[in-house]
């Protein structure tokens, strides 16, 4: 089955500590992206990708880090610079031709919370 | 800087009866989408509208695009309780390298 996998589902960290959330898409799609979404909020967008082994900061990307070494993943990295990282984590994949965004699907996302 | 807002932001409403969601957004934009979350679920997409007029029907929901007035309708008609959830609108940005704006979702309550 095609589709987007993100682990862990839950992710607890201490404080100071740095943790890497997973994103895996087969679906041969170009761009992908990570968002944050706070309780009763919207979606955040904190990196983005539209090609391998390149990406841009999204609206809220201080305090976390990202690479794209391979299409089929985007892992991010939640590092201890973000003070207030507690909230869920969610990853879409969408097809991009010449700069135009496509419908995006998102993965089931990732609730990390700091102990 | 494109914004999006969406209205209102909670409904409470009773089984069978019609409402709709608007998402205003301030900046040219072709493409919009609407989305669904159930509590602690990830986003299921509903609709894309890609032009000016277009209009899109699942079952009981309703997409409409105007991309004049800047404007997105999400209608619901004979509300059901299993179409309880969140709804958001996305907008993508004008031009190239184009992402997506989030309006704020709509928590929408169907009581039986």
């Known amino acids: 089955d095609g589709g987007i996998t993100q682990s862990p589902k839950y992710l607890f960290r201490k404080e100071g500590q740095n943790v890497t959330l997973s994103c895996e898409q087969n679906?041969?799609?170009?761009?992908m992206y990570w968002y944050r979404q706070d309780p009763g909020q919207g979606l955040r967008l904190i990196y983005y990708s539209q090609i391998v082994n390149d990406f841009q900061k999204g609206d809220i990307a201080e305090g976390y880090s990202v690479s794209r070494e391979k299409k089929e993943s985007f892992p991010l990295t939640v590092t201890s610079a973000q003070k207030n990282p507690t909230a869920f984590y969610l990853c879409?994949?969408?097809?991009?031709?010449?700069?135009?965004?496509?419908?995006?699907?998102f993965g089931p996302g990732t609730r990390l919370t700091v102990l | 800087e494109l914004k999006v807002e969406q209205n209102p932001l909670f409904l409470s409403m009773q089984e069978g009866k019609n409402y709709t969601i608007y998402c205003n957004y301030s900046t040219t934009s072709d493409r919009l989408y609407w989305y669904r979350q159930d509590p602690g679920k990830s986003l299921e997409s509903l609709f894309v509208?890609?032009?000016?007029?277009a209009v899109k029907q699942e079952g009981r929901l309703m997409a409409s695009l105007d991309t004049k007035a800047r404007l997105s309708t999400l209608h619901i008609t004979a509300a059901v309780h299993d179409l309880s959830a969140t709804y958001f609108c996305a907008v993508a940005t004008p031009y190239i390298a184009q992402k997506l704006v989030f309006g704020q979702g709509t928590r929408l309550t169907i009581n039986p």
């Open positions: 679906l041969n799609h170009d761009a």
């Open positions: 879409a994949s969408s097809i991009q031709l010449a700069g135009v965004v496509d419908e995006q699907f």
């Open positions: 509208l890609l032009s000016n007029g």
